[in-house]
């Protein structure tokens, strides 16, 4: 393969990936392995100072089970009727892998503002859905209320972190499509 090809397949890859929602998605999940090598692509996001603001913790085996007892007492301290907090309980045991996203920022650094760590914490969930994708895998990322509600704070977070949410992982049932239609290149690439 010629190199020009090589980049063609490497751009190729990056446009065919999609969020792909935990309905959609079955096992394989990541193994250990693999995440390790999308934890390193996460590493390569710039980052201004190696502050590294971010962390991972992989909620798989057990720990569905806990994180399924968390998301039903929030929906139920959040108000929510009896159904509702059984289908939140669902959303931590339906996909075969569940990776908490948790931003460490250090908002009194004194070269790394708050926006450049907050865009490192972005970049490296780029890099490492993009590294899923790459080995084959598909995934989504969740945010909402529950990364608010105190007790799942609590079990993700220590001083000075915050729960971004959640990538649901595992490989796609079918091809991913995007749900909106984007601009083209041109949109957002101009001169100066």
């Given at each position: 393969?010629?190199t020009?090809?090589?980049?063609?397949?490497?751009?190729?890859?990056l446009?065919?990936?999609?969020?792909?929602?935990?309905?959609?998605?079955?096992?394989?999940?990541?193994?250990?392995?693999?995440?390790?090598?999308?934890?390193?692509?996460?590493?390569?996001?710039?980052?201004?100072a190696?502050?590294?603001?971010?962390?991972?913790?992989?909620?798989?085996?057990?720990?569905?089970?806990?994180?399924?007892?968390?998301?039903?007492?929030?929906?139920?301290?959040?108000?929510?009727?009896?159904?509702?907090?059984?289908?939140?309980?669902?959303?931590?045991?339906?996909?075969?892998?569940?990776?908490?996203v948790?931003?460490?920022?250090d908002?009194g650094?004194?070269?790394?503002?708050?926006?450049?760590?907050?865009?490192?914490?972005?970049?490296?969930?780029?890099n490492?859905?993009?590294?899923?994708?790459?080995?084959?895998?598909?995934?989504?990322?969740?945010?909402?209320?529950?990364?608010?509600?105190?007790?799942?704070?609590?079990a993700?977070?220590g001083?000075?972190?915050?729960?971004?949410?959640w990538v649901v992982?595992?490989?796609?049932?079918?091809?991913?499509?995007?749900?909106?239609?984007?601009?083209?290149?041109?949109?957002?690439?101009?001169?100066?």
């Amino acid at each position: 393969m010629s190199t020009a090809d090589a980049r063609s397949s490497i751009l190729a890859n990056l446009n065919s990936r999609f969020s792909v929602g935990a309905k959609h998605l079955a096992e394989p999940a990541p193994s250990p392995q693999d995440l390790q090598g999308m934890a390193q692509a996460a590493l390569r996001a710039p980052d201004h100072a190696g502050l590294v603001p971010f962390r991972f913790a992989i909620v798989r085996g057990a720990a569905r089970e806990r994180l399924a007892d968390l998301f039903e007492q929030a929906a139920v301290q959040a108000g929510k009727t009896a159904d509702e907090a059984v289908l939140d309980r669902r959303r931590a045991l339906e996909p075969p892998l569940l990776v908490a996203v948790i931003a460490r920022i250090d908002t009194g650094h004194p070269v790394a503002s708050v926006h450049e760590q907050w865009m490192t914490v972005g970049g490296a969930l780029t890099n490492f859905l993009n590294a899923a994708h790459a080995l084959g895998y598909a995934g989504k990322m969740l945010s909402g209320a529950k990364v608010r509600a105190a007790p799942i704070v609590a079990a993700f977070c220590g001083p000075g972190e915050s729960l971004v949410g959640w990538v649901v992982m595992g490989t796609a049932r079918k091809i991913g499509t995007p749900k909106f239609q984007k601009p083209g290149p041109d949109e957002v690439l101009r001169d100066w």
